[in-house]
């Protein structure tokens, strides 16, 4: 379905003009008919005042950034994008079967339910509400944002994400016939994307990992290549949601974390990591430590020390360095020896 813009039809103005004229000169007809049985008039005159509503019918007013999908008789006509004051057959009819449709994305034209709200008084202390669709297709930029996804990473650890996709409307002719629901259609790829795409990474770099598929490890992971993530997220749902004439302008990764059963476990893991990496580099500054004292004695021939001296000399500064607390020093008075 190839799409057909029609240009050169805003003369809305002047067609709603010449319908009210007409309306007008109806009334004087009817009355010029009634008084002096000119009967032709008479008739004339009535017959547009019962059909003569008919042409405000095809009126049409868009605002920038607003199409509209028009068919006649089931065949489609053509696009209205640019914003004007329209007018075209009256018989045509404006097709749009995501008009009623909410997803958790700003953007929607009728608001996700309707474009707006009437109140009228049927009877006394009786009132209805009358709800209008509009027909319209926002061509702006949208954000949609689905519902949290619980996946399992390549490591088999069930993550929560959330990811943000921006989007619009390139194609109305293939948006509005190709599919059945465009926004629904769009929602669907969006959460099969994210799956296809996260079980590919591990949650945090792991050891072993191909995550770019050229058979080699990498360093890849789902917290520290958000934006490579996001990336190939942006490009499977693209290719999925091209035949429903919409572009993908970027996708964002907005939560990102381990699935409640097993988070207090993966948290007490990375403490852990924490705290063996930070004795690791409290070692090797107390091992250096150790070192330049031993030198520096040796070389400024402060104490001459045997192995035995220097083997408990090294163990008191490895505890004093290394220990959680303060040390009590002990003062010697008496002999080293």
Not at 229 to 239: F, K, L, N, P, W
């Amino acid at each position: 379905m190839q799409e057909k813009i029609l240009n050169g039809k805003k003369n809305g103005m002047a067609a709603m003009l010449l319908t009210i004229v007409l309306y007008i000169a109806a009334v004087f007809l009817v009355i010029l008919g009634g008084s002096r049985e000119y009967w032709v008039l008479l008739v004339l005159g009535l017959l547009w005042l019962a059909v003569g509503w008919i042409p405000f019918l095809g009126l049409k007013v868009l605002k920038p950034k607003e199409a509209l999908v028009l068919t006649l008789f089931g065949n489609y006509v053509g696009t209205l994008k640019e914003a004007g004051f329209y007018f075209v057959n009256p018989f045509c009819t404006a097709v749009n079967p995501a008009a009623k449709t909410k997803l958790s994305q700003s953007g929607d034209v009728d608001g996700g339910r309707s474009a707006s709200i009437l109140s009228a008084a049927l009877t006394k202390g009786t009132e209805a509400n009358i709800e209008l669709t509009s027909k319209k297709i926002s061509l702006k930029a949208m954000t949609l944002s689905n519902s949290r996804q619980k996946i399992n990473d390549c490591l088999g650890n069930p993550v929560e994400i959330g990811i943000a996709v921006i989007w619009r409307v390139t194609d109305t002719a293939k948006a509005v016939f190709n599919v059945d629901n465009y926004k629904e259609y769009l929602s669907l790829q969006c959460d099969s994307a994210v799956r296809n795409i996260v079980r590919i990474y591990p949650y945090d770099v792991a050891p072993g990992v191909d995550t770019t598929g050229d058979g080699r490890e990498d360093d890849g992971s789902l917290r520290g290549s958000s934006e490579l993530v996001a990336s190939r997220i942006r490009d499977e749902i693209q290719a999925k949601v091209s035949e429903a004439g919409i572009e993908i302008l970027e996708a964002r990764i907005t939560y990102l974390a381990y699935a409640p059963e097993i988070a207090a476990v993966m948290l007490q893991r990375q403490q852990a990591s924490a705290i063996i990496d930070a004795r690791k580099m409290i070692v090797d500054g107390a091992v250096g430590m150790v070192e330049m004292a031993l030198e520096r004695l040796s070389a400024n021939s402060v104490v001459e020390l045997d192995e035995e001296r220097k083997a408990a000399m090294v163990s008191n500064l490895l505890v004093v360095l290394c220990g959680n607390k303060d040390a009590q020093p002990v003062v010697n008075s008496g002999s080293l020896y």
